[in-house]
C-alpha cells in the first residue's frame, strides 16, 4: 500500500518539467523572517517557506497548495533553502510537523526523502554538514 502511494506521488511528477524559481525575500523591518517562494508555470503562487534564523539554527515551516502537491515544487523550495542556510553558517534547521487538512503523512514522507529526523513529539530535525576545513 505504501509502495503503490509513493508510485503514484512519483507518477504524478513531471521530472522533465522546468519550474519556476525561487524568489528569495529578504525579512522586512522589524522582522527577522525570510520568505522563500514560489510560483507555478503560469504565475499563480504555489508555495512558500518561511524561516527565522536564530544564531546557527534556521526555523523553517514549508507549504504547497494541495493541487500543486507531488510536483517537484516541496523539493525545490527545499534545495534553495537548504542551500541559503549553508551559505549562513547554519548547522541545525528545525520545524515542526504540524497536521494540515489530512496532509500530515505527505509531509512525513517528504521530510524522510530530504533526511530529516522526526522526533516523537513531531520536531523535524536536519543537521547540517559543517563546511570542510581548509
Ligand atoms: C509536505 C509538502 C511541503 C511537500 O511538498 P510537495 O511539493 O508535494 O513535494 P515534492 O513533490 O517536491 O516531493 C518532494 C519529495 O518528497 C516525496 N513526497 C512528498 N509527498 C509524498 C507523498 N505523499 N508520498 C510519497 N512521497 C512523497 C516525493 O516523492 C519527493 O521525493 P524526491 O524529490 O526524492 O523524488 C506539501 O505536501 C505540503 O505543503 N503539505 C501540507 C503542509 C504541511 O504539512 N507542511 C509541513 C508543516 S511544517
Not at 16 to 39: A, T
Not at 71 to 85: Q, V
Amino acid at each position: 500500500m505504501e509502495f503503490l502511494e509513493e508510485l503514484f506521488h512519483k507518477t504524478k511528477k513531471d521530472k522533465n518539467r522546468p519550474l519556476p524559481e525561487v524568489d528569495l525575500l529578504e525579512p522586512e523591518d522589524g522582522s527577522n523572517i525570510y520568505r522563500f517562494l514560489i510560483s507555478g508555470t503560469t504565475g499563480e503562487r504555489t508555495g512558500y517557506l518561511l524561516s527565522e534564523l536564530d544564531g546557527n539554527v534556521a526555523h523553517f515551516s514549508i507549504y504547497v497548495d494541495k493541487q500543486s502537491a507531488g510536483k517537484g515544487y516541496g523539493r525545490k523550495l527545499w534545495k534553495r533553502f537548504k542551500s541559503w542556510a549553508e551559505d549562513n553558517g547554519v548547522i541545525q534547521i528545525r520545524g515542526h510537523l504540524v497536521p494540515d487538512d489530512g496532509r500530515e503523512n505527505d509531509a512525513r514522507k517528504f521530510y524522510h526523502r530530504i533526511g530529516a529526523i522526526i522526533t516523537k513529539d513531531n520536531q523535524i530535525i536536519i543537521n547540517l554538514e559543517k563546511p570542510a576545513q581548509t
